[in-house]
């Protein structure tokens, strides 16, 4: 009997193809967010479940099937995912990482130049018809060369961001947990704690995880000491930002702008948001890229493919799994 792959939803690339080449594959929805019932219906027939972001993936699901070997998420977050849960039952745990990479940390620089030249505005003037000729007052933006960024997580995505943002000749400053020798020596960019970035930046971009410990990680108080010219971009995950918090700041104009590709209570936005006029807003496509699609899809089902093989997926996320697994080869 072929093994079992459930797709929660159909999604772009070659990964799918890939699969039912020596797959039984079913798929939950086309499109949409595929329903709880039949992702339970769908992990209960399964060997390996394939995951989007949308989808949560708690106790219940790996309840359903004691068989099931993988869940292999087509994201490089994986907070739709209770790890811990995964581990304890002997589930590997997959993402997408690097496949995304340049494709957000590209987004993250068209959300800063959308707010810096003011394109979401001058594009809506020229489609109203208001142009009646060139201005010296019109529309008056920003430059970035010159100007201080501040990276909150250089990870992957995060460092590719510094490389850009360095090309546009501003200066870095960043703050992690860990400390990054390779991306302080290339850009020249210096580690400073949170604050201190806030206060001395032009633009703020964050790229890390949404765990427990970056939940509002960027509260009232933080919007307090960023300058009142100061741009904040967003493509990590919304509840890393206070969301209320956020647009308050932005209503009483104590922050310069923002650009956003996710939210706090996604697909909802906190009321008032979208009525801003210093905010440029996403529908969470920052890896929405022809690229990244390709390359997310291949990653889930070759981490499918390698756990069925007994191998240790490239991406595997909960690596203390292994020691429930006597399956896989460790190679160790
Ligand atoms: P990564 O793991 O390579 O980098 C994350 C960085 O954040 C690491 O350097 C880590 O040390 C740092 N970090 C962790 N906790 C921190 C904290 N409290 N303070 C400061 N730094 C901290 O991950 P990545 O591939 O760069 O992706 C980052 C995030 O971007 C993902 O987790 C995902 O949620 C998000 N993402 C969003 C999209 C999108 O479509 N908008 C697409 C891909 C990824």
């Not at 992990?43 to 972001?53: G, P, S, Y």
């Not at 993936?57 to 004691?66: F, H, L, M, R, T």
């Not at 310069?256 to 939210?263: K, S």
């Not at 390709?294 to 997926?313: H, N, T, W, Y």
Request: net charge positive; proline share 5%.
């Amino acid at each position: 009997m072929k093994p079992r792959v459930f797709v929660s939803r159909h999604f772009p690339g070659e990964g799918i193809a890939l699969l039912k080449k020596s797959c039984d594959v079913r798929i939950g929805v086309m499109k949409g967010t595929c329903p709880r019932k039949k992702l339970l219906q769908g992990a209960k027939w399964a060997d390996a479940i394939v995951t989007l972001l949308t989808d949560k993936v708690d106790a219940e699901v790996y309840d359903q099937n004691p068989r099931l070997k993988i869940v292999a998420n087509y994201a490089v977050g994986f907070d739709n995912i209770d790890l811990a849960e995964a581990t304890k039952r002997g589930v590997l745990v997959t993402n997408t990482p690097g496949a995304q990479t340049e494709s957000v940390a590209e987004h993250a620089i068209g959300l800063m130049m959308v707010l810096g030249k003011r394109i979401r505005e001058a594009d809506a003037f020229m489609r109203a018809g208001k142009y009646k000729g060139w201005d010296p007052d019109l529309l008056l933006g920003t430059e970035f060369d010159g100007k201080v960024c501040g990276v909150i997580g250089v990870g992957r995505i995060g460092s590719i961001f510094v490389k850009f943002a360095k090309a546009l000749g501003m200066s870095i400053i960043y703050n992690d947990v860990v400390r990054s020798p390779d991306i302080e020596q290339k850009y020249d960019a210096k580690p400073v704690d949170i604050n201190t970035l806030l206060k001395q930046c032009d633009v703020i971009s964050i790229h890390v995880p949404l765990m427990p410990s970056t939940r509002h990680l960027i509260n009232a108080g933080h919007l307090k000491l960023m300058k009142k010219t100061a741009f904040l971009i967003n493509t990590s995950r919304g509840p890393v930002i206070d969301e209320t918090a956020l647009v308050s700041a932005l209503k009483r104009r104590q922050i310069g702008g923002a650009g956003l590709d996710v939210y706090e209570f996604e697909p909802k936005l906190v009321p008032g948001l979208a009525k801003l006029d210093n905010v440029v807003l996403t529908p969470h496509i920052a890896s929405a890229t022809w690229e990244a699609r390709d390359s997310m899809s291949r990653i889930a089902a070759q981490c499918v493919l390698a756990a069925f093989k007994g191998e240790v997926p490239e991406a595997l996320v909960n690596k203390d799994v292994l020691q429930k697994n006597p399956w896989i080869k460790t190679g160790a």
